[in-house]
């Protein structure tokens, strides 16, 4: 069956510009969760969605990122003004009841 | 977790050994751990998972044992494959909050 899909896969942006990355979630599954992964480490958490809420965005690292899921299916997450440090993979992960995760490919921003 | 950048623990098996990798956690609130398996430009996939109210569980050829006592998950991989090659993230969950924390990770490297 279809899982997690992601787009762009990956992404280059020159330092300032905006960027948006897509998710599309397993059918179905009510959450959706935004983690940021750096070169060699684990994913850490940026923001939970339950349908359309968003329940809790504790780890968007600053006020440039922001996610949305308007209608309780693909998400989005925009990145404005990118700095290199936002440079990492970005995976989006859904699940039918917030327990098990299921990953998507990720996307792998690079901003020079 | 701890960050260790780019230089993973590593553990290096033959193949048709069993492999066990452990995952120390931090929150003693913590009621849900899973195992994913993470291969190069992948997303994590997930492997098993075990709830706080169990000190095993078995999957195919997968072993996930929890010591809530000193906060020790271990991972038993049977008769490993050089398909088991991969970079092994714990992570936690608690309760009150539906994010995943994750550990620094373990690289797996199987000899033919």
Same mark, same amino acid.
């Given at each position: 069956?279809?899982?997690?899909?992601?787009?762009?896969?990956?992404?280059?942006?020159?330092?300032?510009?905006?960027?948006?990355?897509?998710?599309?979630?397993?059918?179905?599954?009510?959450?959706?969760?935004?983690?940021?992964?750096?070169?060699?480490?684990?994913?850490?958490?940026?923001?939970?969605?339950?349908?359309?809420?968003?329940?809790?965005? &504790?780890?968007?690292? =600053?006020?440039? !990122? $922001?996610?949305?899921?308007?209608?309780?299916? +693909?998400?989005?997450?925009?990145?404005?003004?990118?700095?290199?440090?936002?440079?990492?993979?970005?995976?989006?992960?859904? &699940?039918?009841?917030? =327990?098990?995760? !299921? $990953?998507?490919?990720?996307?792998?921003?690079? +901003?020079? | 977790?701890?960050?260790?950048?780019?230089?993973?623990?590593?553990?290096?098996?033959?193949?048709?050994?069993?492999?066990?990798?452990?995952?120390?956690?931090?929150?003693?609130?913590?009621?849900?751990?899973?195992?994913?398996?993470?291969?190069?430009?992948?997303?994590?996939?997930?492997?098993?998972?075990?709830?706080?109210?169990?000190?095993?569980?078995?999957?195919?050829?997968?072993?996930?044992?929890?010591?809530?006592?000193?906060?020790?998950?271990?991972?038993?991989?049977?008769?490993?494959?050089?398909?088991?090659?991969?970079?092994?993230?714990?992570?936690?969950?608690?309760?009150?909050?539906?994010?995943?924390?994750?550990?620094?990770?373990?690289?797996?490297?199987?000899?033919?």
């Amino acid at each position: 069956g279809a899982g997690v899909s992601q787009s762009p896969r990956y992404k280059v942006a020159k330092r300032g510009q905006d960027v948006a990355l897509r998710c599309d979630p397993i059918s179905g599954h009510v959450s959706l969760f935004w983690y940021q992964q750096a070169l060699g480490q684990g994913p850490e958490f940026l923001t939970y969605f339950q349908n359309e809420a968003q329940l809790d965005k &504790s780890g968007l690292p =600053s006020d440039r !990122f $922001f996610a949305e899921r308007p209608e309780g299916s +693909v998400s989005t997450l925009k990145i404005q003004r990118t700095q290199q440090e936002d440079s990492a993979v970005y995976l989006c992960a859904s &699940s039918p009841s917030g =327990s098990r995760q !299921f $990953f998507g490919p990720g996307t792998r921003l690079t +901003v020079l | 977790g701890e960050s260790v950048g780019l230089h993973l623990p590593t553990l290096s098996v033959q193949e048709g050994d069993n492999s066990i990798i452990n995952c120390a956690y931090s929150n003693s609130a913590s009621d849900y751990f899973i195992w994913y398996k993470q291969e190069s430009g992948k997303g994590p996939q997930f492997i098993i998972d075990i709830r706080s109210n169990m000190d095993k569980r078995q999957g195919q050829r997968v072993t996930v044992l929890l010591n809530k006592t000193v906060k020790h998950l271990s991972l038993q991989i049977a008769a490993t494959q050089p398909g088991d090659s991969a970079v092994y993230f714990c992570a936690e969950r608690m309760d009150s909050s539906y994010k995943l924390i994750f550990g620094s990770g373990t690289r797996l490297l199987v000899r033919p």
